[in-house]
């Protein structure tokens, strides 16, 4: 008798040792298995992130513009998170759904009886259809909330851009009721979403609690005429609690994978764009172009748009020259220069650079060979030196404080905590107009380019300050090629050629000199602001 305990107490230490055994590795297969589910689905996550981000980047000017930044942040945040978080769910959820299910019915049908798993299979099929009707209209309820999360982002974009302005004009009890708005309805689309897919939640659990009913109806009926054991029974109901958890994640994970679904239609719209044929890696992207342009009958319209932006417009400008342009607000001086970067398409023959035309010269090497001073003067939230550099590290600290002596910034920069090390605020906040365009202006001092451009970058700079950076720049141009687009005489009245624009078409062309004496739209201009520039007490 002492000897049967001894052995029955082995043999429940040995079966209890055996059963720690397996939860020790099944507790190290899952903390595995989670690890890899983790770091692959962050893993997709980077990768569309960046794949995203290089698309971005290559898209053509036309195509991104009709873009708002609250939808690119929306494709970033929104759509990627949905996609990663649908992949997370099939790895985690997916896999466990599918084997616990077979196993289960395996047993169910082998081990207990045919027509009672048959039977407790019709409320799941019935279930699974409802399930497929009930998600289309998630998938239309989740689209709208989509849409209006985007405008939301929209909106809170635009409102942090211009909270000076709202600041200045004291708009901020306007702008937090169109918040409150837009956050409202960005609710609401949210709670159909939630509707829906609890909907489709009750659906199964409505039909498991069938399943129990039928397995306990059906089964006793088994049970009473022998076809089926107590213990069998007992099993069986067992066994639909087993993967009643399981198939219980189906509803949200169907869910998750519509939303899924729609964002990766929506980031595809992204992918299908046409971008920029830029090749990075081409050997020839160190090329130097000499500078030489000519431009023949060019006419040009936005698309979508039918009256054109620039109507036969001829020009020469060799290298060494230098070009400026002058005009109102909307005759397409700006839109010229766009077309000489390529940034959006040219016909074939209009534009010759060095004899070729400007189609046949490649993306890389044309703007690597220009340096466009834009008119916005967009600086990043980095350092300055950053931001003169434009993140390239080919060159030196030395190289970097020169240009912002040519630049007539350095001694500004110098005065600031960090110096040329200072991060600036968002769109160079921190700095004041004129500091901003100087700081934009280094760029064309430190890079070597063969074409210089400088679109209205003069406008928040005081005469002396200008009239010295003009002869800073006629000094870095003596071999260059330079365009100097401004509404200010005295910015281009130095200039070896003036084109005058007016409505899309050179209505003057000529010297300072010339253009004076032809007593037109150029004198009209020197008129006016010799006119505000003379003292008050001189008039």
């Known amino acids: 008798m002492l000897y049967k305990l001894d052995e029955n107490k082995q043999n429940i230490l040995n079966s209890t040792y055996y059963l720690i055994g397996i939860c020790i590795v099944l507790l190290i297969i899952r903390i595995l298995w989670k690890y890899l589910e983790t770091y692959e689905v962050r893993g997709i996550e980077k990768d569309i992130k960046i794949k995203l981000f290089h ?3 290559k898209l053509k000017l036309k195509d991104i513009q009709n873009i708002k930044n609250g939808e690119i942040m929306s494709y970033f945040v929104k759509d990627t998170n949905e996609i990663r978080s649908a992949v997370y769910r099939i790895f985690s959820h997916g896999v466990r759904i599918l084997f616990t299910f077979i196993i289960a019915v395996g047993q169910m049908v082998a081990g207990i009886n045919l027509n ?18 009930i998600k289309k209209y998630v998938e239309i309820s989740f689209k709208k909330s989509q849409d209006k999360f985007t405008e939301m982002s929209e909106y809170i974009q635009e409102s942090t851009d211009s909270i000076r302005t709202t600041k200045a004009y004291s708009c901020e009890g306007e702008q937090l009721k169109e918040f409150i708005r ?32 039928i397995s306990l109806i059906y089964g006793s009926k088994l049970v009473i005429e022998g076809k089926v054991t107590v213990g069998g029974l007992v099993a069986f109901n067992g066994y639909i609690g087993l993967f009643v958890g399981p198939v219980g994640w189906l509803p949200p994970l169907i869910s998750r994978f519509k939303r899924a679904k729609i964002s990766y239609k929506r980031l595809d719209k992204i992918f299908q764009l046409e971008p920029e044929k830029i090749n990075s890696k081409n050997i020839l992207s160190k090329e130097k172009l000499q500078g030489n342009i000519e431009i023949k009958d060019l006419n040009f319209n936005y698309p979508g748009v039918i ?3 620039l109507e036969d417009i001829n020009v020469t400008i060799n290298k060494g020259q230098t070009l400026g342009i002058i ?12 077309l000489l970067a390529r940034l959006y398409s040219i016909p074939r023959g209009k534009i010759i650079i060095d004899g070729k035309d400007i189609n046949d010269i490649p993306i890389e090497i044309l703007r690597n060979n220009i340096c466009y001073i834009t008119q916005d003067n967009f600086l990043f939230s980095s350092t300055l030196k950053d931001n003169i550099s434009l993140f390239k590290e080919e060159y030196k600290e030395d190289e970097i404080n020169e240009s912002t002596k040519k630049a007539i910034v350095y001694d500004d ?3 600031m905590p960090e110096g040329i090390e200072t991060v600036i605020g968002e769109r160079g906040g921190d700095l004041s107009g004129g500091q901003r365009q100087r700081v934009a202006i280094s760029r064309a001092f430190l890079k070597n380019s ?18 010295k950076l003009i002869e800073n720049i006629q000094e870095l141009s003596q071999d260059k090629t330079c365009i100097i687009i401004s509404n200010k005489v005295s910015d281009v009245k130095g200039s070896d050629k003036i084109i005058v624009l007016n409505n899309g078409n050179i209505a003057e062309n000529g010297t300072h000199e010339e253009l004076i004496k032809k007593d037109g739209i150029y004198s009209d201009f020197y008129n006016q602001q010799a006119t505000k520039a003379k003292p008050s007490f001189l008039s």
């Not at 009672?116 to 009707?133: K, S």
């Not at 607000?329 to 766009?338: A, D, P, R, V, W």
């Not at 063969?450 to 009239?467: Q, Y």
């Open 55 to 57: 698309r971005f980047l």
């Open 116 to 133: 009672l798993t048959i039977a407790v299979m019709i409320p799941i099929i019935v279930g699974c259809y409802l399930t497929v009707v």
């Open 182 to 213: 837009k956050n409202k309805r960005v609710r609401q689309s949210d709670n159909t979403v939630d509707v829906y897919s609890n909907l489709l939640k009750m659906c199964l659990n409505i039909c498991f609690g069938i399943c129990y009913a």
């Open 307 to 309: 009256e054109k932006t």
């Open 327 to 338: 005009g109102t607000i909307g005759s397409g001086k700006t839109t010229l220069m766009n």
């Open 413 to 415: 920069i110098q005065r």
């Open 450 to 467: 063969s074409i210089l451009i400088f679109d209205d970058t003069f406008s928040a700079l005081d005469n002396r300050t200008s009239e």
